[in-house]
């Protein structure tokens, strides 16, 4: 079946490193993955995604790594910030239809 | 601020009851997804609604159904509530484009149903 799934569930970061969240997913006919932040209380929020035929795409401080080989994607964030503790998931999207990973929280150490 | 709206915040029923959750998209947006996030879980599709008919359902019974209105806004009903059900119930809005296989979801904070 289609799965989504993450290798590591919490992330401790101190402030100012670089964090990297790794996803393993399973569904190769996937068209584009897709890494939401969720804090307390909140829908998921919109991070950044990227398409099946690409290897990488960077945004804001963040830049998201695909490859297909091994089927694994990961979200890398630089510098970061307090702001940026929060659940993360990863998503893989075959055509209208979402399938999420199980969650990886990060926390930012002062 | 996505613009997606969700009511109610918080809805407490008890098993065997029915529950009506409803969702307004986001302006200018004609699809709505909804998915159930059980606690400490990624969130779970159940369906999908486009120009006001179901287009795509997860693995959920059909006491899970749902409709969309003419102004894209959307409805979530559960019969027979089971204490499973116990979750928090999102939706999603965007905008299909047929040139496009995927179209960037905008969540609403969600409503927190509790089943006892």
């Known amino acids: 079946g289609e799965s989504v799934g993450l290798h590591l569930p919490t992330l401790s970061v101190q402030e100012g490193d670089n964090s990297i969240i790794n996803c393993a997913y399973s569904?190769?006919?996937?068209?584009?993955f897709i890494w939401y932040k969720q804090e307390s209380g909140k829908g998921p929020q919109f991070i950044i995604d990227?398409?099946?035929?690409?290897d990488k795409r960077q945004g804001q401080r963040v830049t998201v790594l695909l490859n297909k080989t091994v089927k694994h994607l990961s979200l890398q964030i630089a510098a970061t910030q307090p702001g940026d503790s929060a659940v993360y998931f990863c998503?893989?999207?075959?055509?209208?239809?979402?399938?999420f990973g199980g969650g990886t929280r990060v926390l930012v150490k002062p | 601020e996505t613009g997606v709206t969700q009511s109610p915040t918080h809805l407490i029923k008890t098993r065997g009851q029915q529950v009506t959750l409803r969702c307004s998209s986001q302006?200018?947006?004609?699809?709505v997804s909804w998915y159930q996030q059980a606690l400490g879980q990624g969130p779970q599709f159940i369906f999908q609604?486009?120009?006001?008919?179901?287009?795509g359902r997860g693995n959920f019974p059909p006491r899970f159904s749902g409709l969309q209105f003419p102004n894209y806004s959307s409805e979530l009903n559960v019969n027979a509530l089971e204490l499973d059900d116990s979750a928090l119930y999102l939706c999603?809005?965007?905008?299909?484009?047929?040139?496009?296989?995927?179209?960037?979801?905008?969540f609403g904070p969600g409503t927190r149903l509790t089943v006892l």
């Open positions: 999603a809005s965007s905008t299909r484009s047929g040139s496009r296989p995927y179209n960037e979801q905008f």
């Open positions: 569904n190769s006919a996937s068209d584009y």
């Open positions: 990227i398409r099946s035929n690409m």
């Open positions: 998503a893989e999207a075959a055509g209208n239809k979402l399938t």
């Open positions: 302006s200018g947006h004609n699809t």
């Open positions: 609604y486009y120009r006001e008919e179901e287009n």
